[in-house]
């Protein structure tokens, strides 16, 4: 039946090997930059409707104007977010052709049924988003709060359908190669391969932290800037007590994915924590650069690694002389993209017991939760962190598989469009996303400006703020 | 097998009705916000656009997402070559998507003068390249321009070609005249009927437009696409008069002022002849190389994702439903400003 298609496949894998080198740097670049670019915007899109929502929710118990004219605000936000991440998201799934086929044309039925169930998860995040933000004065407000539920919801499902896509190229199951052809596809397996659990956990928590830290920078500046008002408090105290609620189980969640790896995927472990040389005793390096003979010039904890992997200083941990030079990671840049996460996760973690004992001292003192400048100052640098773990724990994922596009299976250099020209789109695609963020972060700062908030927000300030 | 492929792709063709009916008329509706004129002449009107798009573009925008992923999953070795051998428009045409997405937004949250003007600049003129591009490329995998394999076609004259650019202005002229049909019942209902009418005298415009150039795509089908000609003269010929016949009962009823019944024809006139091209060339996927089931995913996956999408669609109708339904019964109009 596929003789018809073999004939063209035996040109293409011929072509792959004679690509360009640097139209395969443009594809890995475009690639690279477009999700980025728009895993940020992604995380705000799952986390900041559920911020909205409680903010709301307990705009409406107390009837509170701040907290409800809070809610308006980050709704009309979401409105903008949520645009350039349908849209951005929209390109990832053209590039994955665009940049490509080899992948898709090879694989795309073993992974097509998350996207698929992803694709529905969108579709009622959008139909919702729809109605939440322009039915906001035509519900009553508590059926109104109603229709936010499920954008929620299907925001965090969306997540999880995709990085499952992505869980298999790190953990390739559900199919059987036959002659370079795919034969026997059991997509359920594909979808739920052992990657997926910690994988989606993981993508899920750091997306409700990105949102949380990264809007309660926004309101800690404000703060700083003596802004110290119940609408800014709130602006601040909502998300930020989400983040560093979250912030534990990430970092429980972080050492379960690492160690998840050094069963299932010890290259990229290996990569990680620049080991080399197989074996017991393994230290844990902090920072350092790849030397000959393995990281140089990082701090060492003895058996440290062995101690994590395995909880005994005996584990054998494999390093990466089990595999050959060809097929190793970028040790470097993976080792710090891991540590520089691990580093902001603990600082979150710092920032939570801070809050923590903040809140202990006022329940013994009473009045209002005091927020030191130093505290704030901190907080408002945990946004923009919390966006640089993000994307270094995604370029681990990411540079940790290289040279593979599908582990062991599939080389990046044989899934890329052979087309010739692809520098080309690389620069227009640099172009267009520039001028977006430029347009996007415009307008949410004039958006806030423009709409000053009152020192005591009354009712008709809120009635006349428009969402849409 | 055969039957399992075939429905598949009836389910990815629905979905291309859906992106092309509603979708389309999105894109259309950003051409009429382009030629609606200078900022104080065209405020009426690009304000009924903004209200009338703003709340379901999105959810409008999802159908593309929904074909892509069908092509890739039911039928990979067609979208690789697809995407490969096209990739030159289909990256405008992301990049359009982008554009007309994000300054659409952009607009509404702005409210100084240049900066609408700009952002709408911006929305405007996407909406008019994006449905060019994507005809282009439905005019060059329709002329069987796409060969199997990676970029095994010209990447250049696979969408520079007479059909294709049948394709692309077929496209332009047929969302912008969903969309100036559609807004006619909306104006309507907003209570401003000389809009109604402006718009419905658009709609009789583009719609007698397309009628033309699809009476000069015959020719230039008759010799750039001989295999698709001779479907479409053949056995899609009765989706062909249809598609016809529901135009001109369509620009009947504009004359007549029944908006709301011209919607529905105008919808039929543009699925009659989605489904003819699909008609026309079935069972090819890629014309001359590639068949429906030589191209189909493996039975696993054709039921996983049917399934899946049938599981779906009982949470889905229901929120579309709500979705329209919500904004189609008009409430008190809000002061809002902008």
Same mark, same amino acid.
């Given at each position: ?25 443009a594809a890995r670049a475009q690639m690279g930059f477009s999700l980025a670019w728009h895993i ?48 951005s998201?929209?390109i990832?799934?053209?590039e ?21 169930? #992803? ?48 869980? %298999?190229?790190?953990? =390739? ?24 659990? =910690? ?8 997306? &409700?932290?990105?949102?949380? &830290? ?13 802004? /110290? ?68 010039? +990082? ?19 494999? +390093?990466?002389?089990?595999? =050959? ?28 017991? %801070?809050?923590? %004992? ?39 994922? #990411? ?8 582990? +062991?299976?599939?080389?990046? /250099? ?12 690389l %620069?227009?695609v640099l172009?267009v996303y520039a001028?977006?963020t ?15 908030? =009152?020192?005591?927000?009354? #009712? #008709? ?8 | 097998?055969?039957? *399992? ?70 039928? $990979? ?66 002329? !069987? ?51 109604? $009418? ?22 230039? *089908? ?29 620009? !009947? ?24 091209? !699909? ?8 014309? !001359? ?9 493996? $039975? ?15 949470? *889905? ?22």
């Amino acid at each position: 039946m596929r003789t018809v298609l073999s004939g063209p496949w035996v040109l293409a894998v011929y072509m792959a090997e004679r690509v360009k080198e640097s139209d395969l740097a443009a594809a890995r670049a475009q690639m690279g930059f477009s999700l980025a670019w728009h895993i940020v915007v992604a995380c705000l899109g799952v986390g900041l409707p559920a911020l909205t929502l409680l903010a709301e929710w307990y705009g409406i118990r107390t009837g509170d104007p701040a907290h409800r004219l809070l809610a308006r605000h980050w709704a009309r936000a979401m409105g903008v977010l949520f645009a350039v991440g349908a849209v951005s998201g929209t390109i990832l799934s053209f590039e994955m052709g665009l940049l490509w086929p080899g992948l898709m044309g090879r694989f795309g039925q073993v992974i097509g049924l998350p996207f698929a169930l #992803e694709g529905i998860a969108f579709f009622v995040e959008a139909v919702f988003l729809g109605i939440y933000l322009y039915a906001w004065d035509r519900l009553p407000p508590r059926r109104h709060l109603l229709t936010g539920v499920p954008i929620v919801i299907a925001g965090t499902l969306s997540a999880f359908f995709v990085v499952c896509a992505n869980a %298999w190229m790190n953990q =390739p199951r559900g199919f059987t190669l036959r002659d370079g052809k795919v034969v026997h596809v059991d997509p359920w397996a594909a979808m739920l391969n052992p990657a997926s659990p =910690p994988q989606t956990v993981h993508m899920i928590l750091a997306a &409700f932290m990105v949102a949380s &830290f990264l809007t309660a920078s926004v309101y800690a500046v404000a703060m700083l800037r003596g802004r /110290r008002d119940a609408y800014h408090r709130a602006g601040f105290l909502i998300p930020f007590t989400l983040g560093v609620v979250v912030t534990p189980f990430q970092v429980y969640v972080g050492d379960w994915a690492a160690r998840f790896l050094s069963h299932y995927q010890p290259t990229k472990l290996a990569a990680i924590e620049g080991v080399y040389r197989t074996g017991p005793h393994v230290p844990l390096t902090i920072g350092g650069v790849a030397g000959d003979h393995g990281l140089e010039y +990082g701090l060492e904890v003895p058996d440290g690694l062995s101690l994590l992997v395995g909880y005994s200083p005996g584990t054998v941990v494999q +390093g990466l002389d089990r595999v =050959p030079a060809a097929q190793r990671p970028p040790v470097t840049a993976v080792h710090w993209a891991f540590d520089l996460m691990v580093a902001v996760g603990f600082f979150l973690l710092a920032m939570g017991v %801070w809050l923590l %004992w903040l809140w202990w001292r006022r329940r013994r003192t009473g009045g209002e939760l005091s927020t030191p400048r130093f505290f704030l100052a901190l907080a408002a640098v945990g946004g923009p962190a919390s966006v640089v773990a993000l994307e270094c724990g995604w370029s681990v994922t #990411e540079l940790g598989r290289q040279p593979w596009i599908v582990w +062991g299976v599939m080389r990046v /250099r044989d899934a890329v469009n052979p087309a010739p020209g692809l520098m080309g789109g690389l %620069w227009l695609v640099l172009v267009v996303y520039a001028a977006m963020t430029v347009a996007t972060v415009y307008v949410l700062r004039r958006m806030a400006r423009g709409t000053p908030v =009152p020192r005591a927000p009354q #009712e #008709e300030d809120v009635a006349r703020y428009p969402v849409v | 097998m055969t039957v *399992l492929a075939d429905a598949a792709l009836a389910v990815m063709w629905v979905g291309l009705t859906c992106y092309a009916l509603f979708g389309g008329a999105d894109f259309g509706a950003g051409v009429w916000d382009l030629v609606a004129g200078g900022a104080e002449q065209g405020r009426a009107r690009r304000r009924l656009i903004e209200h009338s798009i703003g709340p379901v573009w999105e959810a409008n925008h999802v159908w593309l997402i929904f074909v892509v992923v069908m092509l890739w999953s039911a039928f $990979s070795p067609v979208f690789a070559a697809v995407m490969s051998t096209l990739y030159i428009p289909l990256t405008l045409a992301a990049l359009g998507i982008i554009a007309r997405g994000a300054a659409f937004a952009f607009r509404k949250a702005s409210t100084e003068l240049w900066q609408q003007r700009l952002f709408g600049a911006c929305f405007a003129l996407s909406s008019l390249l994006t449905p060019f591009f994507l005809g282009a490329v439905a005019g060059g995998v329709a002329s !069987g321009r796409v060969p199997p394999g990676l970029a095994a076609g010209d990447v250049v004259t696979g969408w520079l070609n007479p059909t294709s650019l049948l394709g692309g202005v077929l496209a332009v002229v047929t969302c912008a005249h969903l969309a100036a049909v559609y807004l006619c019942a909306d104006a309507n209902r907003a209570g401003r009927p000389e809009l109604a $009418s402006a718009f419905a005298r658009d709609a009789v415009v583009t719609g007698s437009g397309a009628g033309v150039v699809a009476l000069a795509g015959i020719a230039v *089908l008759a010799a750039d696409a001989p295999v698709l000609f001779h479907g479409l003269t053949h056995r899609a010929l009765p989706l062909v008069v249809l598609s016809a016949v529901a135009g001109v009962a369509g620009i !009947g009823l504009l004359i007549r002022r029944r908006y709301v019944a011209a919607r529905a024809a105008a919808a039929l006139a543009v699925a009659a002849i989605l489904w003819a091209w !699909g008609a026309a060339q079935y069972p090819a996927m890629l014309v !001359g190389s590639t068949t429906v089931s030589q191209a189909a995913a493996t $039975s696993s996956v054709l039921w996983a994702v049917l399934v899946s999408l049938g599981v779906g669609a009982v949470v *889905l109708v229901p929120s579309l439903w709500l979705l329209y339904a919500t904004f189609q019964h008009e409430a008190p109009e809000r002061s809002s400003p902008g």
